[in-house]
């Protein structure tokens, strides 16, 4: 261990805006404000954001999460998750005779609109996003299985465009995953423009404009730092575009979701760290993280510049 190092100071950046967006917000807030309402138990089909700070808050509050509908006793009260479901997920919640509130994010519920107008214009529609994804689930669902003209199917890179076979007379429309890397998407779109030049597209980015503020962020902070820091849960998509971009310009990046997850040997010579959180991670989880650093050595710490966000979503009634 360098001894120079342990005296000297670790300068950490803070991006911006960085953390919580409207979406999440919003979400939270359902799930605390149908506790309050309807008292505990409350279901939540799915994690309802995606980080495990959240979740173990609002599981002692008193929901339940559960990824099958038919697991929640009839008659409960259940919330959809900020990433949306499919029709199927929103009839079995009949079925079993639910009352569901809808927390999906209203940039997600924007994209299933747009699938379902395309959809009944009897476009075959490409949806840009990652396999599993509950968001590019609830999106795909859009399009029951058994309709007769069916057609939406999933690209996740150039690769699977140049794979498909959709015949060039079709009328052909694209969709994206709402968290994606803005530079990956485009990249695909050009590709797939170029090979369906007819190809409609939606008049904006599908890509919420917080995901698309993260990584500006990212980019922005990237040239001053030695390490940068995202704070946030693995199985959040956005989180994980904000790791891959760092490193893509060179830069040494780890995702945590608190300190316990990071190689303290990263801290090794370098006097420079860059913090950013993805949408889902709240500030109090980012605090921790300078907290624990500041335990091993001593730090400066600068606010960057950033887009102030002010969006904010209403709550739907329940």
Do not use: W
């Not at 309402?37 to 929901?63: D, M, Q, T, W």
């Not at 079993?96 to 009944?120: F, W």
């Not at 779109?189 to 369906?196: D, F, G, M, Q, V």
């Amino acid at each position: 261990m360098n001894h120079n190092m342990e005296n000297s100071v670790i300068k950490i950046a803070l991006a911006n805006p960085r953390g919580f967006c409207a979406g999440v917000e919003r979400a939270i807030l359902i799930v605390e404000k149908a506790l309050e309402k309807f008292g505990s138990p409350i279901y939540v089909r799915h994690e309802v954001v995606h980080n495990k700070f959240v979740i173990e808050k609002l599981k002692k509050k008193g929901a339940i999460f559960v990824d099958d509908i038919n697991k929640i006793p009839e008659g409960s009260h259940v919330i959809f998750s900020a990433h949306g479901v499919s029709k199927i997920v929103k009839r079995e919640a009949e079925k079993q005779k639910l009352s569901s509130i809808d927390a999906t994010c209203p940039l997600v519920t924007k994209v299933h609109r747009e699938v379902n107008q395309m959809y009944g214009k009897n476009y075959h529609i490409i949806m840009i996003g990652h396999k599993g994804h509950p968001e590019v689930e609830g999106t795909l669902g859009q399009i029951e299985k058994n309709s007769p003209n069916a057609s939406i199917c999933l690209v996740e890179s150039l690769q699977d465009v140049e794979k498909l076979d959709i015949p060039k007379s079709n009328k052909i429309s694209y969709v994206s995953q709402t968290t994606l890397s803005v530079d990956d998407t485009k990249n695909i779109i050009e590709a797939l423009k170029r090979k369906y030049p007819k190809i409609h597209g939606p008049k904006g980015s599908d890509i919420c404009y917080a995901t698309q503020n993260r990584q500006d962020a990212i980019k922005q902070m990237v040239g001053e730092q030695d390490l940068i820091i995202v704070v946030g849960s693995k199985n959040s998509s956005n989180s994980n575009r904000l790791v891959e971009i760092a490193k893509k310009c060179g830069v040494d990046a780890v995702l945590v979701d608190e300190i316990k997850d990071l190689d303290r040997s990263l801290l090794d010579n370098k006097d420079r760290i860059g913090i950013s959180a993805g949408a889902s991670a709240p500030e109090k989880q980012i605090q921790n993280v300078i907290e624990s650093i500041q335990e091993i050595k001593r730090t400066k710490i600068t606010e960057i510049d950033g887009i102030k966000e002010n969006i904010t979503f209403k709550l739907p009634k329940f």
